[in-house]
């Protein structure tokens, strides 16, 4: 199995050369398959792409790819995914942080729950023996907690608990690989909602895997101001997408069941004419 890490990167210069040989030995030690890191990097102005650049050169499977324009995180992974899947074969492909947020240590165990049968491998925040930081103020605790219930009972989707976590593996053959990932509702944070509902349509083996999801090591946050209402029309997209198919199918077969009960009048009435036609011929 080979397995291609993704991490997008916009001025991580700090992280990005702290992170990536600490991932690599972990995956060395710690994953019996093939694996690659993709650092997408949206044209950082601080040299993120010089530091991933010299990467390349000391690791024979560290890959930088430049964004035409930093567009934001969906499009990022978006980018990375067709470059994983197409250039390189992968056959797991797993979002990740580069600000070390997400624990390089989890990556084996976001593997080993896809190599277990799973085909989408959630690091989850919200399922027992996961966790938010402590530091979090009252109003993020709130919007990250109210936001997946939100999630939840709006799609319907209760065998997730964790919508929003950006730290996931998934299984490319007959999942991602049939994705429309060109049509993904949003450019940025939001992506991950529809990405999930996406999978679980098409029937994919959900996994959460429990993970503690830490402070930012280095640099400043890249979480936006409109987070919040992206996810919120994200969720109420898909919701009105849903009930617009349940609408249409439900109308078809509505007029197909009328249809069908006037098809079966008129033959009873021309099996009736025919009847009576015979019965005055013999007469």
Known sequence: MKAVVVIPTYNEKENIEKLVPELVSILEEGFTGDFEILVVDGNSPDGTGAVVQSFTE????????LEPAKRGLGAAYVYGFKHAMNEMHADVVIEMDADFQHDPNDVPRLLQAIESGADYAIGSRFVKGGSIPKEWGLRRKFFSVGGNIFSKFVLGIFNVNDFTSGFKASRVKGFVDRLDLDGILSQGFAY??????????????????????????????????NNMMDSMRVVLTLRLRELENFIKFGLVGFLGFFTDIGLFNIFLWITSLSEIHASALSG
Request: proline share 2%; hydrophobic share 35%.
């Open 192 to 225: 991950k909602i529809d990405l999930l509902h996406k999978m679980h349509r098409l029937g994919a083996r959900i996994k959460e895997v429990p993970i503690e999801f830490g402070l930012r090591d280095r640099g400043d946050s890249k979480m936006e101001k």
């Open 58 to 65: 000391q690791y024979g499977n560290v890959h930088l790819l």
